[in-house]
């Protein structure tokens, strides 16, 4: 036979709040010391010093824009139409892979910026870009259609 206690049996509980606040304050110790106590620990080593070399004088990149009435421009520098293709010869004396990029001004005549291509291809550069601007974005016709979407 079974008696029963006149006192009332309580089944005991872990609370799990205080646990993980006494983890939480465990781990920030831990890292904080962990953290103070790295030192960083070397050997002095005499290096030598680097020389670096002078600054190269060669340009490797040209733009070159067409504004309206043929003028030509390198680097926002005038050059008369004369002086073009000798100053295209003297960029491909100094650096044979220069790379030129060629621009023309929305009033500039199609046959003025070929001209210059001509003028570039014919002084033996062969790297030559494009500079181009979406019919409507800055610099663009205001009234012209935008371009078809893509596919």
Do not use: C, W
Not at 63 to 73: D, H, L, R, W
Not at 125 to 141: E, M, N
Request: charged share 20%.
């Amino acid at each position: 036979m079974r008696l029963s206690s006149p006192i009332p049996h309580k089944r005991a509980r872990i609370e799990i709040i205080p646990l993980i606040d006494i983890m939480f304050f465990l781990l920030a110790s831990f890292m904080m010391v962990s953290l103070s106590q790295v030192h960083m620990k070397g050997i002095r080593v005499n290096l030598p010093a680097a020389i670096a070399p002078p600054p190269s004088t060669v340009k490797d990149y040209v733009s070159i824009k067409v504004q309206e009435g043929n003028a030509v421009y390198f680097d926002n520098q005038y050059v008369s139409d004369d002086q073009v293709l000798p100053r295209l010869y003297e960029l491909h004396r100094g650096n044979p892979d220069i790379k030129v990029s060629i621009s023309g001004s929305l009033m500039a005549m199609h046959g003025d910026v070929i001209t210059v291509l001509d003028k570039v291809r014919s002084a033996g550069i062969t790297k030559v870009g494009y500079q181009i601007r979406a019919a409507g974005g800055p610099g663009g016709q205001p009234g012209a259609p935008p371009p078809p979407p893509k596919p």
